[in-house]
């Protein structure tokens, strides 16, 4: 549906130009934060006695600026506060860099942006908080920090892409026990959906009024070429169906992995056990291309004293080699690590030359792929069933790919390193219940090759 704004500007241009010069000084004024002027009807708060507007849509339908205004409303009063106002409200964001970039500064939707300036707070980083001129505050938090949450109280909150938070459960839940200040404590929830057990629990709940939305409906605010490269890429694609539609989608059938498999065994933050070694896997972009295609996969895993397997973290990233070998040398140096992985079909030598100029002395163990992704994947996927791996956290990307790899390929946009690099971590901490066959190399006469310290094993 359209908004009154867009509505406006399909009128003739003489009947546009006779309404607007009959508004006042005033009023034309005010038209620029009025957002029921510029809102699709979907965008505006819903009416009836819910306490959680769930917001699922795909990207670009203008979640943010539905968030920011919707703040904006409930802290926006007299001065000073009137009874039953909201005093304090949680800002929460995957991160802590999306909870200052996109909720606070984003220039077309942040809350900054949706103020006018007699109403606009004022932003202090370093106390991740937001001050109005009636006394409200607002304070930042994010969902890869959940204690942040354990304690302060609030009476509204936002939280901004909830299915992708490392740390969802904890975060929510934290959140939850706070939401306690006022008469009628409320949320707004603005995310790309992923059928996850929350988001699930969510659409359930009779106190959620549920809203959905596609990145069409918001077509007058975006440009052209956005839309038609995005139809191009994702266009009936498994991943454009969540990602452009805000579709909740089930497991894909025969896939290696289901969501269930990782939510059963799933960790949080406070429950990391010790670990007997910990590896870093790159598996490197297989081209040069756009940062869409040309993706370097590192994932960090481990495998705990208790003999189960762990992963610690996806750091996948679309960089030159320095920028994802500094990548990976900072996530062993964090994670203490005992080696990096690399995988050699791509760049051969390069890859393990690309780690050692960020540091010399450092484990590299070098693997070559003989085999096809979907056999060296299947012995992992078997442990993941026995229910001997966990995740540590949510990884929303990586867990995506893994629960669209099947026998047949990747359903969805087609991308695989990030699964391929956890596939190549966990047979290394498992090579001992994995059948591995050496991968000799042509090796000069007395030359000895072959074994896993230096790289000779292989799945």
Sequence with gaps: MLSPAAAFGMLPESERKAQYAALSAEAKASLLYSWRYWARPEQLEPTGDWLTWLLLSGRGFGKTRTGAEWIRSVVCGPTPLAKGQVEHVALIAETAADARDVLVEKKDGGVLAVHPRDFRPIYEPSKRRLTWPNGATGTLYNGSEPDQLRGPEHGAAWCDELAKWRYGEEAYSNMMFGLRLGSRPRKIITTTPRPIPIIRQLIADPTTYVTRGKTTDNIANLPESFLADVERKYGGTRLGRQELNGEVLDDVPGALW??????????????????????????????????????????????????????????TCSASPHGWASRAVSAYDL???????????????????????????INVIEVHASRGKVTRAEPIAALYEQGRISHIGSFAALEDQMVCFTPFGIVGDGKKDRADALVWALTNLFSALIRVKPEVKAQPAGSHHGDMAQGGWMS
């Design 258 to 315: 289901t969501r269930d498999m990782l939510d059963k065994h799933r960790l949080g933050k406070d429950r990391r056990p010790e670990f007997q070694r910990v590896v870093v896997a790159i598996d490197p972009a297989g081209k040069a291309g756009d940062d869409d295609t040309a993706e370097t996969g590192i994932v960090v895993a481990a495998l705990g004293i208790d003999g189960r397997g762990y992963v610690l973290d996806d750091l």
């Design 335 to 361: 994670y203490d690590a005992d080696a990096i992985i690399v995988e050699t079909n791509f760049g051969g030598d390069m890859v393990k030359m690309a780690v050692k100029s960020v540091r010399q002395a």
